[in-house]
């Protein structure tokens, strides 16, 4: 093209033709945009993995997640660093060797929890981890999630609490990466409320300890602020306080918040009124259909305080509260403490039978195993016969005056 402008040059002038001009100033005008083209050439080519497209560039800069490319015309592209598998060209930018390095570890330990392989893949995310500046970016939000599926395929809720609630603030923030990398495998967030079954706010004292100081130290003190992990440290260690949810909470913040108002509640009119609200904002969350772990929290929260009350018809609805919350959650870790503590508020409460029968069923499984008897106290007669169709079922709406019948 460059040899046929130039032969231009020399070229006696042609008489013009309106659809072709022949000036020579239009020549030496052309010719910049010739040379900006060709400089404007592919100098950075980035090889991705999986097969896809090799991306070409005339420029390119690292960034904390990956390496940004600028073509043509400004245009940019973008890839991951565990995305990336080689980077070449004649302007590669400097420092670009750990970032892949980085890349090449996340991508090996990704595909390993993707194959169930938890135990390698959950050393590899935490070197990952351990090496991000800034862990507010797609690749801290994809190692965040990794960790969080390890730590709750080995069953440890305490480990998970951190990047759980990592994962759950950049999804609450909208800085989560659009695609995960992990969409082939079951969701662990409620998509509403973005908690998991599998973590929830009621742990063995011990477990709960460890839990809150974990939330604690990640909210930077330890007493007052009304942040998500505040509250949901000040439920772990059964200590609720009267905070207001900030203007505009979430609405996972609303119900922790109405979590705690319940616990606090004196009467059975308030617990009445703020069961129902946080109902509807379960129900409002579902679509309709309140979740069922949020109800077993409700019910947790519910049995807690009504078992500490000094009325033996409190104290049997909050056994009835704790029996709902073993229920619906069945062989989990908050069903076996439901049953564990509805046990041992019988023991309390003088109703020895009850809990020997509640400490069976803790060996058993089964509300089966409650045997017949003509002796039994009117609470056993509930937990045979209506427990197990009606707690199992309903909408955990309890008439706390016990004026109903199930």
């Given amino acids: 093209m460059i040899e046929h402008a130039v032969r231009m040059m020399f070229q006696i002038p042609q008489p013009m033709r309106p659809d072709r001009p022949t000036s020579l100033a239009f020549v030496f005008l052309a010719l910049p945009g010739v040379f900006c083209v060709s400089a404007a050439r592919a100098d950075v080519r980035v090889e991705l993995r999986g097969g896809a497209s090799t991306l070409e560039a005339a420029s390119a800069s690292v960034e904390e997640s990956g390496i940004r490319l600028k073509g043509v015309g400004g245009i940019e592209q973008f890839a991951r660093w565990d995305e990336v598998r080689a980077v070449t060209g004649s302007t590669v930018p ?3 060797d750990a970032g892949l390095q980085l890349g090449e570890t996340l991508w090996r330990a990704r595909t390993r929890v993707v194959r169930g392989d938890y135990e390698f893949a959950e050393p590899l ?22 960790l969080l599926r390890c730590a709750l395929a080995r069953g440890d809720s305490v480990s998970a609490l951190e990047p759980w609630m990592h994962v ?4 609450a923030g909208q800085h989560a990466p659009a695609d995960s990398v992990f969409a082939s495998l079951p969701p662990m967030l409620d998509p509403a409320t973005l908690f998991s079954s599998e973590i ?18 990640r909210a930077g003190h330890s007493t007052g602020g009304s942040s998500m992990d505040e509250r949901f440290a000040r439920l772990l260690r059964n200590a609720p306080k009267h905070v207001e949810p900030r203007a505009g909470a979430s609405v996972a913040e609303q119900l922790l918040a109405t979590l705690e108002e319940l616990a606090l509640a004196q009467s059975d009119r308030d617990r009445a009124r703020l069961a129902e609200g946080f109902l509807a904002l379960a129900r409002n969350a579902g679509g309709g259909e309140a979740p069922r772990f949020l109800l077993a929290w409700k019910s947790m929260v519910l049995g807690r305080a009504l078992v500490g009350s000094a009325s033996a018809e409190s104290q049997e609805m909050g056994v009835l509260e704790l029996l709902s919350a073993a229920v619906i959650e069945g062989e989990t870790a908050l069903g076996r403490l439901a049953l564990r503590e509805a046990a041992s508020a019988c023991r309390a409460r003088g109703d020895v039978k009850s809990a020997q029968l509640l400490e069976r069923l803790m060996q058993d499984d089964a ?10 106290t009117p609470l056993q007669t509930t937990m045979k016969d209506t427990a197990p169709r009606v707690i199992a079922t309903r909408d955990a709406e309890i008439d706390l005056k016990g004026n109903e019948t199930p």
Avoid: H
Avoid at 125 to 146: F, H, K, M
Avoid at 168 to 171: I, L, Q, R
Avoid at 208 to 216: C, G, I, P, W
Avoid at 367 to 376: C, K, V, Y
């Fill in 125 to 146: 995310l935490r070197e990952v981890w351990s090496s991000l500046r800034n862990p507010q970016c797609d690749l801290g939000y994809i190692t965040a999630e990794g």
């Fill in 168 to 171: 759950a603030a950049m999804k």
């Fill in 94 to 96: 400097a420092g670009i």
């Fill in 367 to 376: 509300l089966d195993a409650i045997e017949s008897d003509a002796a039994r």
């Fill in 200 to 217: 929830t706010p009621f742990a063995t004292s011990e477990t709960a300890a460890r839990a809150a100081q974990v939330l604690e130290v």
